[in-house]
Nanobody
Framework: QVQLVESGGGLVQPGGSLRLSCAAS????????MGWYRQAPGKERELVAT???????NYADSVKGRCTISRDNAKNTVYLQVNSLKPEDTAVYYC???????????????WGQGTQVTVSS
């Protein structure tokens, strides 16, 4: 079994900041790319940022310059620092990881349960 558990969401005022965390646990052999996606009400899930096992990053245009994704490979954890939050950043944020389980040669997509981020005054 593999689990992704997110934390760090909440209510933030416009212009504020927050840091999301996502820890992977279970029968893990290795983790390839990790990332954050978000889904606002009535909209499709969209990419926010990704990071490879080597540390290469990719960001959506909507968050470039305001977001930093990072990971701690020793802790199987990925972080998302978001600054200068806007009301349009309001969404459920999901963690994603491409994981190879122990005793398996295949890599599977895993998702966290989601954490709500609300930007409002």
């Amino acid at each position: 079994q593999v689990q992704l558990v997110e934390s760090g969401g909440g209510l933030v005022q416009p212009g504020g900041s927050l840091r999301l965390s996502c820890a992977a646990s279970g029968s893990i052999f290795s983790i390839n790319a990790m990332g954050w996606y978000r889904q606002a009400p009535g909209k499709e899930r969209e990419l926010v940022a990704t990071i490879t096992s080597g540390g290469s990053t990719n960001y959506a245009d909507s968050v470039k310059g305001r977001c930093t994704i990072s990971r701690d490979n020793a802790k199987n954890t990925v972080y998302l620092q978001v600054n200068s939050l806007k009301p349009e950043d309001t969404a459920v944020y999901y963690c994603n990881a491409k994981i190879r389980r122990m005793y398996s040669a295949s890599v599977y997509d895993y998702w966290g349960q989601g954490t709500q981020v609300t930007v409002s005054s």
